[in-house]
């Protein structure tokens, strides 16, 4: 019979580790999977990033019918 084990990972100061690895990402165009357009410029971004902060983008994206274009 095997036992099962239980693991509690704990992550210290999460919340500005997370801020700094986007930041880090978007700063290298690493993982962006959106352009954001409008008036002649563009906006790389992420759009888990935009989910987060935007009932909007969240809808949006996961809509069969987005009005949104991807790049």
């Known amino acids: 019979m095997m036992s099962v084990q239980q693991y509690c990972l704990r992550w210290n100061n999460h919340q500005p ?3 700094s690895v986007f930041s880090t990402l978007l700063h290298n165009e690493s993982l962006v999977d959106v352009t954001l357009a409008a008036e002649g410029r563009q906006l790389q971004a992420h759009k888990v990033v935009l ?12 809509s069969p019918k987005c009005m949104l274009s991807y790049v």
């Open 17 to 19: 580790n997370f801020i």
């Open 51 to 62: 989910s987060a902060c935007s009932s909007y983008f969240q809808v949006s994206f996961n």
